[in-house]
């Protein structure tokens, strides 16, 4: 389960175009850090029921994002 707010990560489960995922990222007010290990997956930062409120209108599950498995960092600061 994802954090209340926090880094997380949004994996489609449906095809959808990049473009679409980030334009309802944005209505979520989550801040997209990059992409994810997952095809076509996304990399957020923001608030847990807003961006799973979002995710399910358009096909797509949040996880929790660590910072090591999507990105390779040891944190999300460097």
Do not use: N
């Amino acid at each position: 389960m994802p954090p209340p707010d926090g880094a997380m990560l949004i994996a489609p489960i449906v095809p959808v175009r990049q473009a679409e995922m980030i334009d309802w990222i944005a209505r979520a007010d989550a801040g997209l850090i990059g992409t994810g290990p997952l095809p076509g997956s996304l990399v957020v930062i923001g608030k847990r029921d807003a961006v799973v409120r979002e995710s399910w209108r358009h096909g797509a599950i949040v996880l929790a994002a660590r910072p090591q498995s999507c990105t390779g960092r040891k944190s999300w600061d460097e």
